[in-house]
């Protein structure tokens, strides 16, 4: 299984951007899938996961603003991030069953 993680890029504060993160393989929509980010000088950390049920989990700080989704059909995993704030800066790494990682996309917001 690979993972590819594409869509970063520098937003404002209060802005909006999707991400997205496609696999590889046939056993997609058989795991859970997340994301997890990680800010220069910390460690990464859980942002948000999705099961092959679609029942969805999300890291206190992005509760209300970001949304995490799936299409089984595309082998996709997205991250709808709706006001971001700066502190959301980090690099967001995609994962399958926490078992497979993709390289991560740069996520910067500017305030």
């Known amino acids: 299984v690979q993972l590819q993680a594409f869509g970063g890029g520098l937003v404002q504060a209060g802005g909006s951007l999707r991400i997205s993160c496609g696999a590889s393989g046939r056993y997609f929509s058989s795991y859970a899938a997340g994301w997890f980010r990680q800010a220069p000088g910390k460690v990464r950390e859980f942002v948000a996961a999705?099961?092959?049920?679609?029942?969805?989990v999300y890291e206190d700080s992005v509760k209300g603003r970001f949304t995490i989704f799936r299409d089984n059909a595309k082998n996709t995993l997205y991250l709808q991030m709706n006001s971001l704030k700066s502190e959301d800066t980090a690099v967001y790494y995609c994962?399958?069953?926490?078992?497979?990682w993709g390289k991560g996309t740069q996520l910067t917001v500017s305030s």
């Open positions: 999705i099961n092959s049920k679609g029942t969805t």
């Open positions: 994962t399958m069953g926490i078992v497979y």
